[in-house]
Each structure stands twice: as C-alpha cells, then as structure tokens.
C-alpha cells in the first residue's frame, strides 16, 4: 500500500561537531499511500465520488485548490474503498466504525514504511531502539498504533512507548520536543518518533453548512514521516544532521475555538476559523526571540526556518511580519506543493528538504522548526545544523 521515500544516503565529512549531552537527529525518512492525485485532477474526482450537484460548490472547490499552492497529494481513500463503503460518500450517515476499519491499519502500515526506511539510514538494529513516540491524529483504538508498529518492526519488548493522539498539526513538533525530553535524561538512548496521518476520518460530501470541509479537500494529504533521537552519536555508526537545542511549547488563551475539531458518528469534523493567520501573526515574533535568546541571535535572516506549511496564508503573514528575505522559506513552500498539508508529518518533510539545501549551501548554523495548531498551540524548537 505504501509508498517509501527517503533518500537513503547517510552522509559524512560533518562541519561541527554536536554538543554533548545534546539530543540530534540520526536519520529521516518518509513513506506514503500508493495513490498520487495532481491537483488539477482532484475537483472532478472529488465531485464525481461524493454525487455533487452544486455547481456553486464545485467552483469554489476549484479556487480553493489553485490558492494552496498544492500541487501533488497522496492519499488513502481510493476506487477500492468507496466501492466497499458506499456509504462514506452519502451525508448524514454513521460511519465512524467503517472509518476506524481503513484508518487504523493504514496509518501503521506508513507508519512502519517510514520507519524501516529511517532505521535502514541509520544503520543499527532496530534492536538498539530503546524508545519509541507515535504521534497520529488519525486512528483510535486500544492498544494504539505504538504496540502494533513496535512488534512489526521487532523492537524489543521492553522497548518505552509514548503514543501522542490528537494534536493535529503542532503534533510532529510535539513529538520532537518528546524525543529530545527522553534523549537528554537517558544517556545512550535511541528514539524512533513516527507520525502518520490520513484524511479517511474527515473525508464526506460538501455541504454549504460546512465551508471548511472544502479546505480540508483542496489542502490536506495522507503520509507517515520518521526520525531517530539521540544524544552523543557513535562515530563512524551514526550521522547526525542537526541538533534540538532548545525546546517551547505555548498556547494562546482564549483562542480554543479558532481550530475546532469534533468526533462524532460520521467521523472528524474541523472548524477553522478566519483569524487564525491573523492571531499567529499577532504572536509569532515574540515567540520566535524566546527561542532565538538561547543561543544569542537577533537577526531572523540570519537563520534558516523550518516552518509547518499549515497554509499558504500563514507561511506569507510570517514572512511579512519577520521581514524575512525571499527564499528562507522555500523548503516550507516546497513541502506544501508536493505533499499538501499532512498533519503531524509535515515538518519532517521541511526538515528533510532543508537537510539537503544546508548540505548544498553550507548554510546557517542555527535555524528553527515551527508548528502551530489547536489551542491555538505554537511548538517551536532552536535547531543547530550540523
């Protein structure tokens, strides 16, 4: 089912050398669903599978998919499926049970693709894992997704889970915020973080009453993203890319309201409200010099960002409000053209990207990775690049 992409290239010859005691990023890796849709071909598909007869609907749909700057998504949902549950495409019914039956499996099954491929660059046994973090806003059940992706992969019994559900899309970050938490107290630890994400539970036909199911049509994609954390790499073992060096987590009050997302029979229900971009604007620059104090910086120019593309909307507000110069969020840009927004992963896909223009470039030393999310919730991590 899934689709492995990971450039499977551990590289060498590093320019620094990582602080010690300091949690790093070993190896990155990313898989998806087998079925690729173009943007341009996603309106007819979506329509036609859903029995949409508004035109009005269909029109709006077709702005919507040329303003976020998507080109490429992967997705779950298929021929297959629609054919075998009819009843996902038809309004009002009780669906949750139907959802859960696709999504639980399929977010494993990306999630244990990109692991093998992130395992397979680091190369150690999967046995020296001693830590594992799943992150997923997509299945739901008992025993979660980190019991059945450790015993699929063979890690050890003993192995430490954390399962992160329902975050959205601040829950990679989450994640790495985790992963370097547990590195930094467990000397000789090695972490395997996964997020997977899939659309299953909030895909449904438009309806007028309900104008951000069509956002999530024309922005969101499916897809598992990996990485391994761990502090004071073995040489000549291990290649780290870059560094977490310092980690914040901060909510907005009173903002609760602006991303809504509700469970119900008929599967996931979101609300996004219109001031979202606006409030992340209002706060970002405050929150950005909190993480940049740490290590003395001042000049945002003077660093390379890695910023969750929740939107075009909010990736254009933070280049505007931070004055930042053309290009320092292009592996941000890149990411939400090729892959959509997906949720949780999609800071892997930045980060994965900006590993390979810091090795062309030599690059800045310092950068950050940041996510925001329900609450509203900014993650946000000082990176060093290594």
């Not at 689709?3 to 990155?28: E, Y």
């Amino acid at each position: 089912m899934s689709k492995i992409d990971n450039n499977n290239a551990p590289w060498h010859g590093l320019k620094r050398a990582s602080t010690p005691g300091k949690a790093t990023v070993l190896a990155i890796a990313k898989a998806f669903p087998r079925q690729l849709i173009p943007q341009e071909y996603l309106v007819e598909g979506y329509i036609r599978d859903t029995k949409c007869q508004d035109v009005s609907i269909k029109e709006k749909l077709e702005r919507l998919c040329k303003t976020t700057t998507v080109k490429t998504r992967y997705t779950v949902m298929c021929k297959e499926i629609l054919d075998q549950y009819p009843e996902l495409a038809t309004e009002g019914s009780s669906t949750i049970r139907q959802r859960l039956e696709i999504a639980n499996p399929a977010v494993v099954e990306m999630a244990f693709e990109a692991s093998l491929a992130c395992i397979k660059e680091w190369g150690r046994p999967a046995t020296d894992i001693t830590h594992i973090i799943y992150v997923s806003s997509s299945e739901i059940r008992l025993p979660g997704g980190d019991l059945y992706l450790a015993s699929e992969l063979g890690l050890r019994n003993d192995v430490s889970r954390v399962m992160l559900y329902f975050l959205g899309c601040y829950g990679g970050a989450t994640g790495l915020r985790v992963a370097k938490d547990i590195a930094e107290n467990n000397p000789g630890s090695r972490i395997l973080l996964t997020t997977s994400e899939t659309t299953i539970l909030g895909f449904r036909p438009p309806n007028k009453a309900r104008p951000y199911d069509l956002v999530g049509a024309a922005l969101f994609g499916d897809g598992a993203a990996a990485v391994i954390i761990g502090t004071d790499p073995v040489t000549g073992k291990e290649s780290p890319f870059m560094e977490l060096s310092y980690a914040v987590q901060q909510f907005l009050p009173g903002t609760q309201s602006v991303i809504d997302g509700c469970l119900t029979e008929e599967g996931i229900n979101f609300k996004l409200g219109r001031d979202l971009p606006q409030k992340i604007e209002d706060n970002i620059e405050e929150f950005c010099r909190k993480l940049m104090s740490k290590a003395s910086l001042t000049d945002f120019n003077e660093m390379f960002w890695a910023v969750h593309p929740g939107g075009p909307a909010i990736l254009n507000r933070l280049e505007s409000t931070l004055k930042l110069n053309k290009g320092k969020l292009e592996c941000s840009r890149k990411a939400l053209k090729d892959f959509g927004n997906v949720s949780s992963n999609t800071i892997f896909y930045v980060m994965e990207y900006m590993r390979e223009e810091l090795k062309r470039g030599g690059g800045e030393e310092w950068g950050l990775a940041l996510a925001f999310g329900p609450g509203i919730t900014f993650e946000g991590i000082l990176l060093r690049s290594l």
